[in-house]
């Protein structure tokens, strides 16, 4: 069973900077990871993608922080990232990463489309 822990929130001042992480484990051949991805889910909204990763390394982004985040991944270690720059308030929720196994055709922005989910991690920014 794949297991997914991020790791990395924190509390920080607009226009600071964190990095989140997450570690898979359990990841087998017949898993066959297709899609990684980063959600967020602020208080009173829906939960939102807001970076996503394919196998064959392309990455996708949400208007709100294309620019300023980067997910990368780093597969020896099994790990995915997310850098994110110029934090402000809009940016506070939980983090969620999530991964996809097989292609198919997903809506890779759409949470119904990813199996496998982690617990989240906390990022609070303040003005």
């Known amino acids: 069973q794949v297991q997914l822990v991020e790791s990395g929130g924190a509390s920080v001042q607009t226009g600071g900077s964190l990095r989140l992480s997450c570690v898979a484990s359990?990841?087998?051949?017949?898993?066959?990871?297709?899609?990684v991805a980063w959600f967020r889910h602020a208080p009173g909204s829906e939960r939102e993608a807001v970076a996503c990763?394919?196998?064959?390394?392309?990455?996708y982004y949400a208007d709100s922080v294309r620019g300023r985040f980067t997910i990368s991944q780093d597969y020896s270690e099994r790990t995915t990232y997310l850098q994110m720059n110029l934090l402000s308030p809009n940016d506070t929720g939980m983090y969620y990463c999530?991964?996809?196994?097989?292609?198919?055709?997903?809506?890779?922005?759409?949470?119904?489309?990813?199996?496998?989910w982690g617990q989240g991690t906390q990022v609070t920014v303040s003005s």
């Open positions: 990763l394919s196998k064959s390394g392309r990455t």
């Open positions: 359990g990841v087998t051949n017949s898993d066959d990871i297709y899609f």
């Open positions: 999530a991964a996809r196994s097989g292609a198919g055709n997903p809506s890779i922005y759409s949470s119904s489309s990813y199996h496998f």
